[in-house]
C-alpha cells in the first residue's frame, strides 16, 4: 500500500525506515525539529526537545529486540503517520504503535508510543528507567 504523504514526510519516512532496518538511529536528529516532542507509554507528561526524542527512542530501540512493523497508514494531511509494531522486551512479547507528526521540511515535531500488553510496558518502563532514570526527567514538558 502506498501512502500519500507529503513528500518531505515522505522522504524522512524513508530515512527512518533504513535506519530502522539497519538498527542504527545514529541520523535521527537530521530529521527531527529541535522543539519536537516525544510521547512515552509510561509517562504522562511528554519530553521536549530533539535531545529527548533522540535519548529516548533510541534507547527504546536498544532494549527492543525482534522488532518489526507490519502495518501503517497516513492522515489525510499527509503529514502524521501511524506505524504498528511487533518486539520482544526481554522475555516478554508487544504490540504497540508509533505515531509520528512531521512538519512541512519533514522534520519529525511529535512522536508517540503505545503499547500492550501491560506486563510488556511494565518490562519496557523499568529497563528504560535503568538506562535513562537520571536524565529523561531534565526534559519533561511543562
Known amino acids: 500500500m502506498t501512502l500519500n504523504l507529503h513528500p518531505a514526510a515522505a522522504a524522512s519516512l524513508d530515512k527512518w525506515h533504513q535506519m530502522v532496518a539497519a538498527q542504527d538511529l545514529g541520523a535521527l536528529r537530521a530529521i527531527t525539529h529541535p522543539d ?19 535519548l529516548a527512542v533510541s534507547t527504546a530501540a536498544s532494549v ?21 509494531f511487533s ?9 504497540g504503535i ?4 512531521f512538519d512541512d521540511d519533514g522534520q519529525i515535531v511529535d512522536f508517540e508510543v503505545m ?7 511494565q518490562a519496557m518502563a ?17
Open 36 to 54: 519536537a516532542v516525544f510521547r512515552s507509554p509510561v509517562a504522562y507528561k511528554a519530553y521536549q526537545s530533539a535531545d529527548a526524542v533522540v
Open 126 to 142: 523499568e529497563e528504560m528507567g535503568k538506562r535513562l532514570g537520571a536524565l529523561l526527567p531534565a526534559f519533561k514538558a511543562s
Open 115 to 121: 503499547m500492550r500488553p501491560l506486563n510488556g510496558v
Open 87 to 95: 518486539a520482544k522486551v526481554g522475555e516478554r512479547s508487544v504490540k
Open 64 to 84: 527492543f529486540t525482534d522488532f518489526a512493523y507490519h502495518r501503517e497508514a497516513a492522515t489525510a494531511d499527509g503529514l502524521s503517520v501511524v506505524l504498528e
Open 98 to 101: 508509533d505515531f509520528i507528526r
